[in-house]
């Protein structure tokens, strides 16, 4: 299988070279012959792509360790399951994971579209299969999977034991599937430039994997936070690494063209900013791909340094060119086919939120970069530190949250003053009277303050927004409350799954905000010592040590910390945290040593525990009280089930029969 796999990748490298020539030469002289080869090409590329996946797959978890990837990553005594995810733990496998899941889509983008789209269809295919070409070649060429060792060792290295997470083993596919399906609108929004097809027909075609990308996204960064959260022991879950603000940059232009795509579908308006959102959208997931990968930047996420840092680099300024030249030379061609009418209308605050999301993108980008450029033109490395991104993101995070609010509230085209006073009236109100309660109950801190006044007007929003439209079915067909809801939300998922995903980040910008307020003590404890200390509620909390325990299991020493904490003096669970040390099947130690914590969980807070050190019998603790965490995890599962709702397939007869429910005031007018 190791055999086959390697000669695999060739091949898939020929059949991908076949299907870009054949692909672009069939659309540019209009032979379906040409285009259909080029099809089946694509085809024989994806199917060997996934053979050469089998054969590192096989090599894995059979642990042949005459091929160096299986010798860095795995060992005879790592669990199956981690054994599995080394496919994507490494440099070499990550790129293969990545043609596999770059194929499988492309693949299943043409076969889709086999009988639709078909004068965007060559294009699509070409650029596709161009894509997966750049990635097959710089893994069999620049970073080769089967790459074998003279001498095979008796053992493997390991994975290193901050990658054995149950979370560890879905957040990497997550952000692949995310960042690799951006490949996909890019390969339309090439083909409508090039055969000038840029009205309605290749959004609708890339309207869905847009909104693939923006749900896999958002998983993987969610799953990614609460690795760091519960795995590298620092007490957050997000600190404005360079990797983090890689996979967060395709998702603040995919969250902005998932918002500007609804202002071309109803009113022909910016155009230009699709495009161009679908061409950054991609170039930042190579971006993305490029810092994790060529060993430019420090991070604990990314990986060593690399040889195909210098492919991607070449990449991105081919794509980078192609893409302005071909968006230059069609301006004329996406020129809005209706004007702004009003500054105070939701075209507009759709247009703001844009503005907004392209803002903060930009900052994040800029700070991340910084360290590579100056290297680069003053040869030292000058790193940016968290209070940059506090400082300019918080700000831009606060007004984005508020137009969150604005945009469902405010008419098309032109708000009326009626409009705006009916509709803002309530949330307003409901944000104000939540913002003077916590002023009362001793919320002093400006941007918290800020944070959750905002939030409440937003939920508000959402709040009344279901309301009416619940009531209005009720009125019209006399439905049930629970009938109402669901016939709403099930035959208007779009707008309905939009405003679940809006009480996602209400939920998340709530519990951002609670953090202000974390606690942190550093203290020494023997056994039977105790450690009292207030949480930010106010509540008295007393740990007593129960001493530090140890065992040998599997392949690794643990040393275990035992508190037993009270809150007011109530007992509660206890809470204990880990030092590892990870050994190979021979006994010898492997990385350094790593910790687990513990955590309990409340819907106020989290007490955070780590085992920093041991030393002499006294145990090195750090105790957090970390506020309204589990709310960050319960914001991310609310956005994923709302981009669920809007991706979720819908029925034609249920399209044909699905109507508007909204309520208007006297002379008020629904656009649809």
Request: net charge positive.
């Given at each position: 299988?190791?055999?086959v796999?390697?000669?695999?990748?060739?091949?898939?490298?020929?059949?991908?070279?076949?299907?870009?020539?054949?692909?672009?030469?069939?659309?540019?002289?209009?032979?379906?012959?040409?285009?259909?080869?080029?099809?089946r090409?694509?085809?024989?590329?994806?199917?060997?792509?996934?053979?050469?996946?089998?054969?590192?797959?096989t090599?894995?978890?059979?642990?042949?360790?005459?091929?160096?990837?299986?010798?860095?990553?795995?060992?005879?005594?790592?669990?199956?399951?981690?054994?599995?995810?080394?496919?994507?733990g490494?440099?070499?496998?990550?790129?293969?994971?990545?043609?596999?899941?770059?194929?499988?889509?492309?693949?299943?983008?043409?076969?889709?579209n086999?009988?639709?789209?078909?004068?965007?269809?060559?294009?699509?295919?070409?650029?596709?299969?161009?894509?997966?070409?750049?990635?097959?070649?710089?893994t069999?060429?620049?970073?080769?999977?089967?790459?074998?060792?003279?001498?095979?060792?008796?053992?493997?290295?390991?994975?290193n034991?901050?990658?054995?997470?149950?979370?560890?083993?879905?957040?990497?596919?997550?952000?692949?599937?995310?960042?690799?399906?951006?490949?996909?609108?890019?390969?339309?929004?090439?083909?409508?430039?090039?055969?000038?097809?840029?009205?309605?027909?290749?959004?609708?075609?890339?309207?869905?994997?847009?909104?693939?990308?923006?749900?896999?996204?958002?998983?993987?960064?969610?799953?990614?936070?609460?690795?760091?959260?519960?795995?590298?022991?620092?007490?957050?879950?997000?600190?404005?690494?360079?990797?983090?603000?890689?996979?967060?940059?395709?998702?603040?232009?995919?969250?902005?063209?998932?918002?500007?795509?609804?202002?071309?579908?109803?009113?022909?308006?910016?155009?230009?900013?699709?495009?161009?959102?679908?061409?950054?959208?991609?170039?930042?997931?190579?971006?993305?791909?490029?810092?994790?990968?060529?060993?430019?930047?420090?991070?604990?996420?990314s990986?060593?340094?690399?040889?195909?840092?210098?492919?991607?680099?070449?990449?991105?300024?081919?794509?980078?060119?192609?893409?302005?030249?071909?968006?230059?030379?069609?301006?004329?061609?996406?020129e809005?086919?209706?004007q702004?009418?009003?500054?105070?209308?939701?075209?507009?605050?759709?247009?703001?939120?844009?503005?907004?999301?392209?803002?903060?993108?930009?900052?994040?980008?800029?700070?991340?970069?910084?360290?590579?450029?100056?290297e680069?033109?003053?040869?030292?490395?000058?790193?940016?530190?968290?209070?940059f991104?506090?400082?300019?993101?918080?700000?831009?995070?606060?007004?984005?949250?508020?137009?969150?609010?604005?945009?469902?509230?405010?008419?098309?085209?032109?708000?009326?003053?009626?409009?705006?006073?009916?509709?803002?009236?309530?949330?307003?109100?409901?944000?104000?009277?939540?913002g003077?309660?916590?002023?009362?109950?001793?919320?002093?801190a400006?941007?918290?303050?800020?944070?959750?006044?905002?939030?409440?007007?937003?939920?508000?929003?959402?709040?009344?927004?279901?309301?009416?439209?619940?009531?209005?079915?009720?009125?019209?067909?006399?439905?049930?409350?629970?009938?109402a809801?669901?016939?709403?939300?099930a035959?208007?998922?779009?707008?309905?799954?939009?405003?679940?995903?809006?009480?996602?980040?209400?939920?998340?910008?709530?519990?951002?905000?609670?953090?202000?307020?974390?606690?942190e003590?550093?203290?020494?404890?023997?056994?039977g010592?105790?450690?009292?200390?207030?949480?930010?509620?106010?509540?008295?909390?007393t740990?007593?040590?129960?001493?530090i325990?140890?065992?040998?299991?599997?392949?690794?020493?643990v040393?275990?910390?035992?508190?037993?904490?009270?809150m007011?003096?109530?007992?509660?669970?206890?809470?204990t945290?880990?030092?590892?040390?990870?050994?190979?099947?021979?006994?010898?130690?492997?990385?350094?040593?790593?910790?687990?914590?513990?955590?309990?969980?409340?819907?106020?807070?989290?007490?955070?525990?780590?085992l920093?050190?041991?030393n002499?019998?006294?145990?090195?603790?750090?105790?957090?009280?970390?506020?309204?965490?589990?709310?960050?995890?319960?914001?991310g599962?609310?956005?994923?089930?709302?981009?669920?709702?809007?991706?979720?397939?819908?029925?034609?007869?249920?399209?044909?029969?699905?109507?508007?429910?909204?309520a208007?005031?006297?002379?008020?007018?629904?656009?649809?």
């Amino acid at each position: 299988m190791i055999l086959v796999g390697e000669l695999s990748l060739w091949i898939a490298l020929l059949m991908c070279a076949w299907s870009v020539t054949l692909s672009f030469a069939g659309g540019a002289m209009r032979r379906a012959d040409l285009v259909a080869s080029g099809e089946r090409g694509l085809y024989a590329g994806v199917g060997f792509v996934v053979l050469a996946s089998l054969g590192l797959w096989t090599a894995l978890i059979g642990s042949d360790f005459s091929l160096r990837y299986v010798a860095s990553f795995t060992s005879q005594n790592l669990p199956v399951v981690y054994k599995f995810s080394a496919f994507w733990g490494g440099q070499a496998g990550s790129m293969l994971f990545w043609c596999l899941v770059l194929g499988t889509y492309a693949a299943l983008a043409t076969w889709v579209n086999r009988r639709k789209n078909r004068e965007l269809m060559p294009w699509v295919t070409g650029t596709n299969a161009a894509v997966l070409l750049f990635f097959v070649a710089t893994t069999v060429i620049a970073t080769n999977p089967f790459e074998r060792l003279d001498w095979p060792p008796a053992d493997g290295r390991g994975l290193n034991p901050q990658l054995q997470n149950p979370a560890m083993a879905i957040h990497p596919p997550m952000l692949y599937f995310g960042y690799v399906a951006t490949a996909i609108p890019f390969g339309f929004a090439i083909a409508a430039l090039v055969t000038r097809r840029l009205d309605a027909e290749w959004l609708g075609a890339v309207r869905r994997w847009a909104l693939v990308s923006w749900f896999f996204l958002t998983i993987g960064i969610v799953l990614g936070m609460w690795w760091a959260y519960v795995e590298l022991g620092w007490g957050g879950y997000w600190m404005w690494d360079p990797v983090e603000n890689a996979s967060l940059l395709p998702w603040l232009t995919g969250t902005a063209f998932l918002h500007s795509i609804m202002i071309q579908e109803k009113r022909g308006m910016l155009r230009k900013w699709n495009v161009t959102l679908v061409v950054a959208t991609f170039l930042l997931s190579i971006l993305g791909t490029f810092i994790t990968r060529s060993g430019v930047i420090n991070s604990v996420h990314s990986f060593a340094q690399s040889p195909v840092g210098n492919w991607f680099v070449a990449f991105m300024l081919l794509a980078t060119v192609a893409s302005v030249w071909l968006v230059t030379i069609r301006l004329k061609d996406l020129e809005a086919k209706a004007q702004l009418e009003a500054m105070i209308s939701r075209e507009a605050a759709f247009l703001y939120n844009n503005l907004v999301l392209v803002g903060i993108a930009f900052s994040v980008l800029w700070g991340t970069l910084f360290p590579i450029l100056s290297e680069w033109a003053q040869g030292t490395k000058i790193t940016v530190g968290e209070s940059f991104f506090n400082a300019v993101n918080v700000p831009l995070g606060l007004l984005l949250l508020l137009l969150t609010g604005i945009g469902p509230l405010i008419a098309w085209r032109k708000a009326s003053v009626a409009n705006i006073q009916r509709q803002f009236l309530g949330p307003a109100l409901f944000g104000l009277v939540v913002g003077a309660a916590l002023w009362v109950l001793g919320a002093r801190a400006m941007s918290p303050l800020v944070a959750w006044t905002l939030a409440a007007f937003v939920a508000g929003t959402i709040v009344q927004e279901f309301y009416k439209g619940v009531g209005a079915r009720q009125q019209m067909y006399g439905e049930s409350l629970v009938l109402a809801f669901g016939r709403l939300v099930a035959r208007n998922r779009r707008r309905y799954g939009g405003y679940v995903v809006h009480a996602g980040i209400v939920m998340l910008f709530a519990a951002f905000a609670g953090m202000a307020f974390r606690m942190e003590y550093d203290v020494t404890l023997t056994e039977g010592q105790t450690f009292s200390a207030k949480d930010p509620f106010g509540r008295q909390w007393t740990f007593t040590s129960d001493g530090i325990s140890y065992a040998k299991v599997l392949n690794r020493e643990v040393w275990t910390l035992s508190l037993s904490p009270t809150m007011d003096g109530r007992p509660m669970p206890l809470i204990t945290s880990e030092k590892r040390q990870h050994f190979d099947s021979r006994g010898n130690p492997t990385f350094q040593p790593s910790t687990e914590v513990g955590i309990h969980e409340m819907q106020s807070q989290d007490v955070y525990l780590v085992l920093a050190g041991v030393n002499n019998g006294r145990a090195e603790v750090r105790i957090n009280f970390n506020p309204l965490v589990v709310w960050v995890w319960h914001g991310g599962a609310l956005m994923a089930l709302g981009g669920l709702l809007v991706m979720w397939p819908q029925s034609e007869r249920r399209r044909r029969q699905s109507g508007y429910v909204t309520a208007l005031a006297p002379g008020e007018v629904a656009t649809v």
